[in-house]
């Protein structure tokens, strides 16, 4: 019913930039807090950026400074524009968002499929 579809993944240089996407569609009836995770091979998935439908942004503490987070809410979208790229970003990068349909109004967990992002010169 619903599907988080991200795109804009990539090899791009140290020092480089690259900008994530993350649309929603399907029968969404609230899309609250959506956010940014990424995972490295062999390693847990962590937590990027957040951000609520008011615009209020939070950021892990690496990524600070180099990240912003944004959202278009007619188009239930949500982008990460990331600059100033290191190896250590090196990453499958997941959308995540809070969404209530029609059908169930109640809030749940979507997760998109992934986009790899890496940095390598």
């Known amino acids: 019913q619903v599907q988080l579809v991200e795109s804009g993944g990539g090899l791009v240089q140290p020092g480089g930039s690259l900008r994530l996407s993350c649309v929603a569609s399907?029968?969404?009836?609230?899309?609250?807090?959506m956010r940014w995770f990424r995972q490295a091979p062999g390693k847990q998935r962590d937590f990027v950026a957040s951000?609520?439908?008011?615009?209020?942004?939070n950021y892990a503490d690496p990524v600070k400074g180099r990240f912003t987070i944004s959202r278009d809410n007619a188009k239930n979208a949500v982008y990460l524009q990331m600059n100033s790229l290191k190896p250590e970003d090196t990453a499958a990068y997941y959308c995540?968002?809070?969404?209530?349909?029609?059908?169930?109004?109640?809030?749940?967990?979507?997760w998109g499929q992934g986009t790899q992002v890496t940095v390598s010169s």
């Open positions: 995540n968002a809070d969404i209530s349909t029609f059908a169930a109004r109640r809030l749940e967990a979507y």
């Open positions: 399907g029968s969404i009836f609230t899309l609250r807090t």
């Open positions: 951000i609520i439908s008011d615009g209020r942004t």
